[in-house]
């Protein structure tokens, strides 16, 4: 074969140049966290807002073919609370083609130390300037304990800010160290924060630093527009109220190394753990959910 095949994973020099260093992927890997430098240009983060618009607007390019039962899905009825909507990577092509850039991915990977980076789930979040509701905190919380059907222990999420986003809008807070924590055994961690207790789950965050002698150091992550900020799935982190006067916006990209497959988990009282995709994706010849199904869970970057 004489045509050339290009990579469409390749970066440029320039974009090489915004990997993190050797000493930044240690850092993540002792702090369980990471602030990226600018990944997206402003007009990138513009297009997410205009396309974010359209979506609340009504525009989808393409529906879940069913409603899977765990399913955050802000519609307009709902008013005036925090937004979340799942899989906008599969419902907004516009969305889906600024998300996947492959330098994106290619961060991941250095910070997971992984071959390979698909996406896991994308959840589209909008946090209005409302102080006084309550929807708008996000207590502590790991994302792993909702992952619990992935083998992988080296999954990670990108949160991506569509502005500069700091403590007074409520930005992502990080616990610092606390991806490497053991927990309080007991817990049914795998229900979802929405479902919980703030003060419970506070009270958790603290007996869980106890239990392992550490101190809970809280860091706010200052985001510039354009910067991403990662989060190891075992970090502990959570948000305020936006005291700003405009909307909060994000994308938060959660993603899995090539190697994350499907395992069976049982909750503590015998029944089995399901994710969303376990009834929208592809089956394994084993018969087990496929999470390398492109259709969800799109390969962003691989070696
Ligand atoms: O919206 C936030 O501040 C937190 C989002 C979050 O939990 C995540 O990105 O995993
Ligand atoms: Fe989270």
Not at 7 to 18: G, K, S, V, Y
Not at 97 to 114: F, S
Request: glycine share 4%; charged share 25%.
């Amino acid at each position: 074969m004489t045509a050339e095949l290009t990579d469409q994973f390749a970066l440029t020099e320039a974009e090489r140049a915004l990997l993190p260093t050797d000493d930044e992927v240690a850092q993540y890997a002792a702090h369980g966290w990471y602030l990226s430098r600018k990944l997206f240009t402003d007009s990138e983060i513009d297009a997410l807002v205009e396309a974010t618009e359209r979506f609340y607007a009504g525009h989808t390019d393409r529906r879940l073919p069913l409603r899977p039962p765990n399913l955050a899905y802000w519609t307009p009825e709902k008013g005036d609370v925090q937004r979340h909507n799942d899989y906008i990577h599969y419902e907004s092509d516009e969305v889906a083609a600024i998300l996947r850039k492959p330098l994106l991915g290619a961060v991941a990977a250095r910070l997971a130390q992984a071959d390979e980076i698909r996406v896991w789930q994308s959840t589209l979040i909008f946090k209005p300037p409302r102080p006084e509701e309550a929807s708008n905190q996000v207590p502590w919380h790991m994302d792993r304990h909702y992952w619990q059907t992935c083998a992988s222990e080296r999954m990670l999420t990108a949160f991506i800010p569509f502005h500069d986003c700091d403590e007074r809008m409520g930005t992502i807070t990080m616990v610092d160290g606390s991806h490497a924590w053991t927990e309080v055994p007991g817990d049914d961690s795998t229900r979802h924060f929405a479902q919980r207790d703030r003060a419970e789950l506070e009270e958790l965050l603290a007996a869980n630093a106890a239990h392992n002698g550490a101190e809970v150091r809280k860091v706010p992550m200052i985001i510039p527009k354009g910067h991403v900020s990662f989060h190891h799935c075992r970090t502990y982190h959570g948000s305020g109220a936006n005291l700003a006067d405009v909307p909060r916006r994000a994308v938060s990209l959660h993603l899995q190394d090539g190697d994350n497959r499907f395992r069976p988990f049982l909750k503590p009282d015998g029944t089995p753990v399901f994710y969303n995709h376990d009834v929208l994706v592809r089956r394994t010849e084993d018969g087990l959910p496929d999470y390398a199904d492109q259709n969800y869970c799109p390969t962003l970057w691989r070696k």
